[in-house]
Each structure stands twice: as C-alpha cells, then as structure tokens.
Nanobody, 118 residues
Framework: QVQLVESGGGLVQAGGSLRLSCAASGNTGSINVMGWYRQAPGNQRTMVATIKSDGSTTYADSVKGRFTISSDNAKKKVYLQMDSLKSEDTAVYYC????????????WGQGTQITVSS
C-alpha cells in the first residue's frame, strides 16, 4: 500500500504561481510513475503531468511551458510548480502513484483545491 498526501493548494490571482507537494509513504519502492491530475466541477479527471522513476516527464498540452513536475526520490516527494496560472486551471488537483507488476495498483491522494481568480 502507498499513501499520498498533497499540500500547497489555495487561492491565487491569474498570472500567479503555486507549488504543490505530494509526500508518499508506505511501499514506495513499488512506485513506477507519479503524477498530478485535476478535476474541475462537471468534468472528468485528467492528467496534468507525470514523472517516471527514470525522470522522464509528460505534460498535458494545456500546461506545457507553464507547469513543471519534479521529484525528490530520497524524500519520496513529487512537486508541481505552476506558473502563469489561468482561471481555467481552477480544479481539485490529485497526486497519483502507479505500481506496475503482476498487478497494477493505482493510488490517489485526497486532493487539494486550486482556485485561480481572474
């Protein structure tokens, strides 16, 4: 089992910046990829950014050039630096961790609200 706890959400004006953190605990050695997803009211949860254990990253087109995902493997943490925030970035942001082996395990944090005011 893996537990994920997010922090860093809040209210910010358009054009501002925020940094999200996610701390993983438990069987963290089994994690192959971590990432951030978001869900706005009435919408499905969608991928924002992911980072694999080899450091390779992927980003949603809507955040490329504005958001940066990084990880500290020693501290078992993943971060999302969000710059040039827009009102359409308003959503609940969830930390995600996946473990791939004989079985696939998907873990989620509790979510943290980001509200961007225009």
């Amino acid at each position: 089992q893996v537990q994920l706890v997010e922090s860093g959400g809040g209210l910010v004006q358009a054009g501002g910046s925020l940094r999200l953190s996610c701390a993983a605990s438990g069987n963290t050695g089994s994690i192959n990829v971590m990432g951030w997803y978001r869900q706005a009211p009435g919408n499905q949860r969608t991928m924002v950014a992911t980072i694999k254990s080899d450091g390779s990253t992927t980003y949603a087109d809507s955040v490329k050039g504005r958001f940066t995902i990084s990880s500290d493997n020693a501290k078992k943490k993943v971060y999302l630096q969000m710059d040039s925030l827009k009102s359409e970035d308003t959503a609940v942001y969830y930390c995600n961790a996946n473990s791939y082996g004989s079985w696939t395990y998907v873990y989620w944090g509790q979510g943290t609200q980001i509200t961007v005011s225009s």
